[in-house]
């Protein structure tokens, strides 16, 4: 892989925490930051086209991330997303010919210390790289076929259906 395209979302891998309001609100996408910090040996465009918490991503948003990336020219797409409706996206992102797309996020956000938005890239980049075309979600150091997994909100984590 020479080139990754990442088309970001918001989510929690984005969330900012602001102590004045005692809120969480979606800031800048923290990816770019992360794969110049971990130095690595790809090109990669970051496209950022939303900042939503995924329970509030709509059916139109989910038609302009399909379209946002069938209109990219390469291959190997990595889409950072919210974890409450990731499975609902990567399962719109279906029989995109020609992309592999592999769906992340983060249980808490990437600028707090122990988050797990590090892991969960680093997955996602490896498996981006590895896999078929197709659509894939990375997450808890596994990855999933949108068709079998969901959250399981209560463990904080995805499994198996």
């Known amino acids: 892989m020479q080139q990754l395209t990442i088309v970001t979302t918001g989510g929690t891998i984005d969330k900012?925490?602001?102590?004045?309001?005692s809120d969480y609100q979606i800031g800048s996408p923290q990816i770019g930051d992360i794969l110049q910090q971990l130095g690595v040996a790809f090109h990669f465009d970051v496209?950022?086209?939303?900042?939503?918490d995924s329970l509030h991503v709509t059916d139109e948003d989910r038609a302009l991330i399909r379209s946002t990336i069938e209109a990219q020219p390469h291959?190997?797409?990595l889409v950072t997303h919210g974890t409450d409706t990731m499975?609902?996206?990567?399962?719109?992102?279906a029989g995109i010919p020609g992309k592999v797309i592999v769906l992340t996020g983060a249980l808490n956000p990437a600028r707090f210390q122990g988050s797990d938005a590090v892991f969960n890239i680093g997955c996602a980049v490896g498996a981006v790289q590895t896999l078929d075309d197709?659509?894939?979600?990375?997450?808890n150091g596994r990855v999933w076929d949108p068709a079998t997994?969901?959250?399981?909100?209560?463990?904080?984590?995805?499994?198996?259906?």
Not at 87 to 93: F, H, K, M, S, Y
Not at 134 to 139: E, F, N, Q, S
């Open 47 to 52: 496209i950022p086209i939303l900042r939503k």
């Open 87 to 93: 499975v609902e996206t990567a399962r719109v992102l």
């Open 134 to 139: 197709g659509v894939y979600i990375a997450m």
């Open 75 to 77: 291959r190997h797409v």
């Open 149 to 161: 997994v969901r959250k399981n909100r209560d463990a904080n984590r995805f499994e198996a259906i």
């Open 16 to 21: 900012v925490y602001f102590d004045d309001k």
